[in-house]
């Protein structure tokens, strides 16, 4: 067993002293992208700036024959790309038992580690496989000299890894966030559905009888569809704030559905998640969206906190009663509106927030977080 006052040392010689803390950035939309795909690729230094993140996929949806182009693309994109402070670079390597993942790894750290933020690792299983990941990190990290640490992704796609997610979560200072894979945790739970994220009309519940009525044939009793993934969701938001890392929605499959595709990301944001995945630029505007608190909700938090005082006892407004669990909910609201506007000057507007204001409270916090760890400077 690993002594706990060694968890935050290096696992390699040389290696970027690992943080104590995630810092929190805009991660809203986690835009996946082919780099071996040249329309697509030629497309992502207009997309600087406009999206959160920009994930260079080398895994399914790359064909075994195009995994090296999808390598060799990402690191030219990376090199001639220019990604600024708002937009981050990730990439999903391909799966701990493939032949292409050692090959990733050591690429992508050795070439162009100084610009990557996060490694997404697909169908993890357990704690074990971040360890993996975790210590060739670091030896790639401290071979080309990085002065801060690569962070790790978690995908939960299969049953194992649902049942090991708050050891997952815990498995390594790396640790910044865990994604939702509904498609391929569907197929390995044996779920009876055939849709890429989202509900099911199947999956349901049906108004009691009236009357006694059982038939029904005179008072049709209405149904109401209900979220499939509403539980594994709700536990992995709890693996993941119980750890200080960030819980994200996964893919929406139906590019076509704006409606359906907008109603579970919020599910997805009112039970905790920071963002989501995009598959389509139309997906993009609806996760920065859904995502970003309302104005209303940012107005009400504030008149809440100014209430509110010390935070101590209770106030009534607008006839509720508001009360120190309300004073946090509430802090939490505007913490994420002035991290936002500071990146977003049209939500800075929307929230009455002073931008220049918030980027300071936002830096100030990433810096804060950095000196957790080797006090060299951001994370990511």
């Avoid at 009888?209 to 536990?235: C, F, K, N």
């Avoid at 704030?241 to 893919?251: D, E, K, L, S």
């Avoid at 608190?293 to 508001?322: I, N, Y």
Wanted: aromatic share 6%; with cysteine.
């Amino acid at each position: 067993m690993r002594s706990p006052k060694d968890f935050f040392a290096p696992l390699a010689v040389g290696a970027p002293t690992p943080l104590r803390e995630i810092p929190a950035r805009p991660s809203r939309a986690i835009h996946f992208f082919d780099p071996s795909n040249e329309k697509m690729a030629a497309k992502i230094p207009a997309m600087v700036g406009t999206v959160d993140v920009l994930l260079g996929n080398l895994e399914d949806a790359v064909k075994a024959d195009r995994k090296e182009a999808a390598r060799e693309g990402l690191v030219a994109i990376a090199k001639a790309t220019d990604f600024g402070e708002d937009t981050q670079l990730w990439t999903r390597i391909n799966a701990l038992d493939s032949p292409w993942v050692l090959d990733d790894l050591t690429t992508l750290v050795t070439e162009i580690g100084d610009k990557l933020d996060v490694v997404m690792v697909p169908k993890v299983q357990g704690p074990e496989d971040i360890h993996y990941v975790d210590r060739i990190l670091a030896q790639l990290e401290a071979r080309a000299g990085l002065q801060r640490p690569i962070l790790v992704h978690a995908i939960l796609e299969t049953a194992r890894g649902m049942a090991n997610v708050e050891a997952i979560a815990g498995a390594s200072p790396r640790m910044q966030g865990i994604s939702l894979g509904p498609a391929d945790l569907a197929a390995d739970r044996r779920m009876k559905t055939t849709r890429v994220g989202g509900g099911h009309p199947g999956y349901l519940v049906r108004q009691d009888p009236v009357d006694g009525d059982v038939e029904g044939s005179e008072h049709p009793r209405p149904t109401y569809q209900q979220d499939l993934w509403h539980y594994t969701i709700a536990r992995m938001v709890d693996a993941c704030a119980m750890h200080g890392i960030f819980p994200y929605y996964g893919p929406f499959g139906d590019i076509k559905d704006v409606v359906a595709c907008e109603d579970q990301f919020r599910n997805a944001f009112l039970l905790g998640c920071v963002g989501t995945w995009s598959l389509h630029p139309v997906q993009i505007e609806i996760a920065k969206r859904v995502f970003s608190p309302s104005a209303e909700d940012v107005a009400h938090a504030r008149r809440v906190v100014e209430a509110m005082g010390d935070g101590t006892g209770a106030v009534m407004l607008d006839g509720k009663m508001e009360d120190d669990a309300s004073l946090k909910q509430c802090q939490v609201m505007l913490e994420l509106a002035e991290r936002l506007a500071a990146n977003d000057p049209d939500l800075a507007k929307l929230y009455a927030v002073d931008a220049a204001s918030a980027s300071t409270v936002a830096m100030a916090t990433t810096h804060a977080d950095a000196s957790k760890g080797d006090g060299e400077g951001a994370a990511q």
